[in-house]
C-alpha cells in the first residue's frame, strides 16, 4: 500500500462526514415530522369530534323542541257567531214599540219581528238617557228547550233592569209589509211618516221609526243579541236587545 492510499484511508473520512449520518439525521427529522403530523391530526380530529357532537346535540334539542310544540297544540275557544242586520224600531206615538229584523233591506218578510211591551214615549225617554238594553227571556220549557230562539212565541221584557211585561213574536200582516216597503230605500235614518203608513194597530197617528245597521251576535243556543252600529262616532247612544233562555 502505497503512502498515498495509506493518507487517503485515515484523512477522507476526517473530511468528508458519514452519509450514514445525514440519512440518520434526515430519518429522524422525517420521524419527527410525521409525529407532529400525526399529533396535529389527531388534535384536529378531536376538534372535529367534539364539533360534530355538539351540533348532533343542538340539532336533537332543536329536534325535541319541535316535537314537544308539535305535540302540544294550542287550544282556543269558539268565538261567537258575528253577522251584520237592518235593524227597524218603529211604533205609534201613543202605542208600542216594534222590532223589525232584516238581513236584506228588499225583502218586506223580516227575519225577526217582536212586539214589544214598552210604550213609544217610554223608550223615547229611556234613549234620552244614552244607554238601552232590552233583555227578553224565555223559561227553558220542554217544548221551547229545542227550538230556535227567533222562534219562541213569547218574552218576558226587561228595559234597563225594569221589568216591563210581555212581548210577543208576530208575523208580518199587510201593514207591516207596506210600511217595510216605503222604507226599502233607506238603510240608516230616523223620521216619522205620517198616519195610514201601518204598523200592526189601528191607524190613530203617525208613525215614529229608526232604522240603522244592528250587529247580530250568536252566543249559544240560548242566547242571542243585536247591537245599534252607531253612525254617528261622536254619539255615545247604545241600544242593545237580548234574547235569553234562561234555566228558571
Not at 106 to 125: G, M
Amino acid at each position: 500500500m502505497t503512502k498515498i492510499d495509506t493518507l487517503r484511508r485515515f484523512l477522507l473520512p476526517c473530511i468528508t462526514p458519514p452519509t450514514n449520518q445525514t440519512a440518520a439525521s434526515t430519518t429522524g427529522a422525517a420521524s419527527t415530522g410525521v409525529s407532529k403530523k400525526r399529533l396535529s391530526t389527531s388534535l384536529r380530529d378531536d376538534v372535529d369530534v367534539q364539533d360534530s357532537a355538539s351540533s348532533s346535540a343542538s340539532s336533537s334539542e332543536a329536534t325535541s323542541f319541535a316535537a314537544s310544540d308539535y305535540l302540544s297544540p294550542v287550544t282556543v275557544p269558539q268565538r261567537p257567531s258575528k253577522t251584520m242586520v237592518i235593524g227597524t224600531i218603529f211604533g205609534r206615538r201613543k202605542g208600542h214599540v216594534w222590532f223589525c229584523v232584516q238581513h236584506d233591506r228588499l225583502s218586506v218578510k223580516p227575519l225577526l219581528l217582536l212586539e214589544l211591551s214598552i210604550a213609544t214615549n217610554q223608550l223615547v225617554h229611556e234613549m234620552g238617557s244614552g244607554l238601552v238594553r232590552v233583555a227578553l227571556e224565555c223559561p227553558t220549557r220542554p217544548e221551547l228547550k229545542s227550538c230556535l230562539l227567533r222562534s219562541v212565541p213569547v218574552w218576558t221584557t226587561f228595559c234597563n233592569g225594569r221589568k216591563s211585561g210581555f212581548s210577543v213574536r208576530r208575523s208580518a200582516n199587510e201593514e207591516t209589509r207596506m210600511m217595510l216597503k216605503k222604507l226599502e230605500s233607506m238603510t240608516v235614518g230616523a223620521g216619522v211618516l205620517p198616519a195610514g203608513s201601518g204598523s200592526g194597530e189601528s191607524d190613530l197617528d203617525e208613525v215614529m221609526y229608526m232604522r240603522a245597521n244592528y250587529e247580530h251576535v250568536v252566543g249559544s243556543s240560548d242566547s242571542e243579541s243585536f247591537h245599534l252600529i252607531n253612525p254617528d262616532a261622536n254619539s255615545a247612544q247604545e241600544l242593545s236587545i237580548f234574547l235569553l233562555r234562561t234555566s228558571s
